[in-house]
């Protein structure tokens, strides 16, 4: 595991992006886009179970 140590705080403002994005899927998937060490985008995919009817 690697331990990210946030040393210049503008560098990272995509990490506060992805934590409310973290708390708002019930059931999906998160892909971070990387360019050069960077990430550039966040990409959202979300799932909406539909209840069965009898």
Do not use: A, C
Not at 19 to 31: E, F, W
């Amino acid at each position: 595991m690697e331990v990210l140590i946030i040393s210049e705080p503008s560098k990272y403002s995509w990490l506060k992006e992805l934590l409310m994005i973290i708390k708002t899927v019930k059931h999906g998937s998160i892909t971070l886009i990387i360019q050069d060490g960077l990430v550039i985008q966040i990409d959202k995919n979300e799932k909406f179970r539909l209840k069965k009817t009898q």
